[in-house]
């Protein structure tokens, strides 16, 4: 389950507009002027005047919001100082179209272009996490006297299919009792101590993990929900040893709505390793999903590890503790993530908040930092923008995600970023990490059965008061357009139909 709308609080201020705003050529037509001469008298102030309409028309900055946008915002009831819109051909010297273009404004997740199009560049498309597994001590006839440490690098995609898999891979090589302890390596990151539910109360909630660098699964718990004549049956994945399920579901027989998961409650209790499950669940809605992250990254690991490597017939003595891979231990085995190049593609398609704070802290540490914590994240990204010479005065980075009430960027600086993507030799993995409207990731259900369906790929924002899109679109007529359209206000859940008109404005022809 994801969700990237939740209440904001009312105290967010946005940031007022600056003077960084791309600026047309002071002389655009120059070569021009020289040879466009007329006689004096009005004739020939209206010749001037005609001549010079026809050159610039074409090539105008459009002053004022297309009509069918203007239209949505007022239905919306947005006013139009609060949203702010680029247009821009790729290609082109100057924005088809500017509005509140150098307001820092929340971006919520369109900040992962940011995070994404940065790794792209710095650590490039073929790069991966690297998970360890070394021991110490004495490894012999499959009994290991000793320790077993396992080593985070941060991986975002360290999935419970492929932990199975690395610890068949173990017992492949012989490995079959450990009498020492498991012991796990997570000094990569700055682990954060702090409340997952800080951001909007929803601690439980997968979108909600703090990120970990040895983090499993998104320590998430998939509970499969079957209503049955007596109640609802749960199927818990991945098995967690000691988890005691206490299962208070009732059923109800209201429609199957999206929010069919607000009626469901979940109490965790730590100490005892017990999730309470109580509310009403809809009959009408079969069979259905639901995903909640209750346990520290650590505690879930051990957990998950237990019935794994019993189910493969390994033993183990001792139980978990955290520490740093000795000097001396030996590399026993190791996984390697799917390359970068998916990972964007699964963090911009399905607006993977887990994924991206990840990825911004892996920034960090790849230049050094250790452990790396978000500071080092946002200067490796203030690091890449300097030198690709993309000044972002605005710009504020707390994670890098969009998860967040403090982030800001203005629709001129994500404007550049676009630009300078689609000139960049990563842009065929970039722009392909981008949900295509109508067909794919947070964008497959919008603009169905329209000219713009298929032709545009977009991501796409939304928190409480913030709603947002930027990506390319493809025109009737072939030419490409950047495109942003950031909405800041408290009926910002309303500016779909203003964001969707824009995107049908650019398809037209942008004209």
């Not at 040879?35 to 028309?57: D, M, P, S």
């Not at 999730?275 to 809605?285: D, I, K, Q, R, T």
């Not at 990825?359 to 452990?371: D, I």
């Not at 982030?407 to 630009?419: D, F, G, K, T, V």
Request: charged share 20%.
């Amino acid at each position: 389950m994801r969700k990237d709308s939740k209440p904001d609080d009312e105290g967010t201020k946005l940031v007022g507009a600056n003077k960084f705003a791309p600026t047309p050529p002071s002389r655009p037509f120059a070569p021009l002027r020289p040879r466009i001469r007329y006689g004096a008298g009005f004739c020939g102030v209206v010749l001037t005047f005609c001549v010079f309409v026809l050159l610039w028309t074409p090539f105008a900055q459009a002053s004022s919001l297309p009509a069918t946008v203007l239209s949505a915002l007022e239905a919306a009831d947005i006013p139009p100082g609060d949203v702010a819109v680029t247009v821009q051909e790729v290609g082109s010297r100057k924005p088809l179209l500017n509005w509140n273009a150098g307001k820092a404004m929340n971006p919520a997740s369109v900040m992962k272009l940011l995070t994404t199009w940065t790794a792209l560049e710095t650590l490039g498309p073929a790069y991966t996490w690297r998970t360890d597994v070394y021991y110490r001590g004495t490894l012999r006839n499959g009994v290991l006297d000793g320790d077993l440490y396992i080593k985070g690098s941060g991986d975002p995609a360290l999935t419970i299919e492929r932990f199975g898999l690395l610890l068949r891979d173990l017992r492949a090589r012989g490995l079959s009792e450990i009498r020492g302890d498991l012991v796990l390596d997570r000094g990569r990151f700055q682990v954060d101590k702090g409340d997952p539910g800080a951001f909007d109360g929803e601690g439980l909630s997968p979108y909600n993990t703090l990120p970990d660098a040895l983090l499993l699964n998104f320590k998430a718990l998939r509970l499969t929900l079957l209503p049955e004549a007596k109640g609802v049956k749960i199927l818990p994945v991945p098995e967690l040893a000691g988890l005691v399920l206490e299962n208070r579901i009732t059923l109800s027989t209201d429609a199957c709505g999206s929010d069919w998961d607000d009626g469901l409650k979940a109490d965790w209790q730590p100490s005892g390793a017990r999730l309470a499950l109580s509310g009403a669940y809809p009959v009408a809605c079969g069979e259905r999903v639901w995903n909640l992250s209750p346990m520290d990254p650590a505690d879930y690991l051990w957990r998950a590890f237990r019935p794994l490597w019993q189910e493969l017939g390994g033993k183990l003595s001792g139980g978990p503790r955290e520490a740093p891979v000795p000097e001396g231990a030996r590399l026993l085995s190791a996984t390697y993530s799917p390359p970068l190049s998916q990972a964007v593609r699964d963090i911009n398609k399905f607006s993977n908040n887990v994924m991206a704070r990840q990825l911004f802290l892996t920034l960090g540490a790849e230049r050094g930092a250790r452990p790396a914590a978000l500071a080092d994240g946002a200067a490796a990204v203030r690091a890449w923008l300097n030198e690709a010479r993309l000044p972002m005065p605005e710009l504020v980075l707390e994670n890098g995600a969009g998860l967040s009430r403090k982030e800001r960027i203005s629709a001129a600086s994500l404007n550049r970023l676009l630009l300078a993507a689609w000139a960049s030799p990563v842009m065929p993995e970039f722009v392909s990490s981008l949900p295509i409207v109508a067909v794919d990731g947070t964008m497959r259900k919008r603009l169905a059965e329209t000219g713009v369906a298929g032709r545009a790929h977009i991501k796409s924002g939304s928190l409480a008061n913030v709603k947002t899109i930027a990506g390319y679109v493809t025109a009737k007529n072939g030419r490409r357009y950047a495109v942003v359209f950031l909405a800041n206000h408290a009926n910002a859940a309303a500016a779909r139909p203003a964001q969707d008109a824009l995107l049908q404005w650019v398809w037209a022809g942008a004209r």
